[in-house]
């Protein structure tokens, strides 16, 4: 059984920027598949941003170039650095663990960019 507490979201201005974790607790993070999904009003959920275990990361059109995701398997977490914000990020963001088939989710927190 894995936990995943986040922290951060929040409201931001166009343009700006927000900086996310995910801690994980209850296994062996460093084993896990981490990923931030993000789901808008009406739309399908997403990955937003994904990170291997060897730390090889994957990003959703969109995020490329303006999102970074990282780990410290020390820590245990797993961050999100989204950077440029605009109105289509506003999301809810989710941080997800996957291992073979194991998954959790986080709760979510809500991403608003609005002036």
């Known amino acids: 059984q894995v936990q995943l507490v986040e922290s951060g979201g929040g409201l931001v201005q166009p343009g700006g920027s927000l900086r996310f974790s995910c801690a994980a607790s209850g296994s062996i993070f460093s084993r896990y598949f981490m990923g931030w999904y993000r789901q808008a009003p009406g739309k399908q959920r997403e990955l937003a941003a994904g990170?291997?275990?060897?730390?090889?990361?994957n990003y959703a059109a969109s995020a490329k170039g303006r999102f970074t995701i990282s780990r410290d398997n020390a820590k245990n977490t797993v961050y999100r650095q989204m950077n440029s914000l605009q109105p289509r990020d506003a999301a809810v963001y989710s941080c997800?663990?996957?291992?073979?088939?194991?998954?959790?989710w986080g709760g979510g927190t809500q991403v608003t960019v609005s002036s």
């Open positions: 997800h663990a996957l291992w073979v088939d194991d998954n959790y």
């Open positions: 990170i291997t275990t060897s730390r090889n990361t």
